[in-house]
Each structure stands twice: as C-alpha cells, then as structure tokens.
C-alpha cells in the first residue's frame, strides 16, 4: 500500500518532519490531501463522496474528512480486471 504514495511523489523521505497530516496512514484527510495521494482533483474526490464511492466523516463545523485504508478499499471495488479467453 506503501508503493502508491511513492508513485505520486509523496515519499515521506521528501516531507518535512512536521508533516504528520499528510500521512495517510495516521488520522484523516481533507479532499485535498486525499486528492494529492490519489492523484485526484477535489471536485473529482466530492463527486466521489456525492455518489457515495468513497466513505467520509462529517466532523464538527461540517468539515468532511477521509480515512486513506478506506477509501483505498472502497476504490478497489470498482478495479478493472482482465479477464483471459
């Protein structure tokens, strides 16, 4: 799961040390964080939120956040797979 942060140029190496937000796996994203590790805009990650792809959080103030192994394992539901003749 590693592999893809590295493959849209967030290797942590490369972050700041006080970037413990941007760390998909500790604590929750906003779409535009979630965005950047997917390679996504934000409107392309509401609309996914819109059409209930992806889970999210409403938290206080109505702000909505994103937890990366989530929605990871909602989007591998809709994987294209070959299938062989």
Same mark, same amino acid.
């Given at each position: 799961?590693? &592999?893809?942060?590295?493959?849209?140029?967030? &290797? %942590? *190496?490369?972050?700041?040390?006080?970037?413990?937000?941007? &760390?998909?796996?500790?604590?929750?994203l906003d779409k535009k964080q979630l965005g950047k590790l997917l390679?996504?805009?934000?409107?392309?990650?509401?609309?996914? *939120? +819109?059409? %209930? #792809?992806?889970?999210?959080? /409403?938290? +206080?103030?109505? =702000?909505? *956040?994103? /937890?990366?192994? &989530? #929605?990871? +394992? =909602?989007?591998? *539901?809709? /994987?294209?797979?070959? #299938?062989?003749?």
């Amino acid at each position: 799961m590693h &592999d893809s942060i590295n493959q849209v140029g967030l &290797d %942590r *190496r490369s972050q700041p040390e006080n970037s413990a937000e941007l &760390d998909p796996f500790q604590g929750f994203l906003d779409k535009k964080q979630l965005g950047k590790l997917l390679g996504l805009h934000p409107n392309t990650i509401d609309s996914l *939120r +819109a059409r %209930r #792809v992806i889970p999210s959080f /409403k938290i +206080a103030g109505g =702000a909505v *956040r994103f /937890k990366y192994t &989530d #929605v990871l +394992a =909602a989007l591998e *539901r809709y /994987k294209v797979r070959e #299938v062989s003749l």
